[in-house]
């Protein structure tokens, strides 16, 4: 596994074929979704080819022989940095929000910091040969990410799958609904909607969508169908099979 400094490189590196998958966080179960991955999914050539959960376990990484006590600086993403805010606030020191997680340690590392610290995971401090300080400082037991797995292609039917999907709908009353019908008549199963400015026109969104089956699969075929049909654009980010 090779750190990319952002999530825009990470689709880069797939994009130019330099590695065969990347795998980016799309929403957590306490801070909502990685806007920013939307975007990136809306105008890159990537498909989404899979998806996993992980439960977020956060640590407090230091150099080798650092002391909680002396801690004066964290370093993590801001979202880490917001999970764990009981502990932090215990801790009263500086909050650097920085690019990424495992990015963090490596800095603290590479600088040789030895005031500061960073969140990350236990796999992290394994990797860079640091010091967890404090276990499981999140506030909430209950903290899930989700990823998606990134290719140039998304996966086959595999009989248990799920179909990303980004698109936008004319301006007239019921333009949403009618779609979301053409899913229920099929008894497709959606799993996620929400949506997101289009950045070219104030107040325009695009909305993105998941749901149960494959844009192979017959009733997912003739709903889709039926979008390209009446919505001004639809674009199928990946099928890919659900995270067990």
Known sequence: VEPCESLGDVFKVVEGAEVPFGIVPIENSLEGSISRVYDLLLDSSVK????TELRVVHCLIANPGARVDLIRRVYSHPQALGQCQAFLKHLNCELIPTYDTAGSVKMVKEMGIVDGAAIASARAAEIYGMEIVAREIEDNPNNFTRFFILSQQDSPPSGNDKTSIV???????????????ELAVRNINLTKLESRPTRQKPWDYNFYLDFEGHRQD???????EYLEETSLFVKVLGSYPKAK
């Open 48 to 51: 989404v080819c899979g998806e």
């Open 167 to 181: 698109f936008s709908v004319k301006h007239k009353p019921g333009a949403l609904y009618e779609f979301l019908k």
């Open 218 to 224: 017959k009733a997912s075929r003739e709903a889709l």
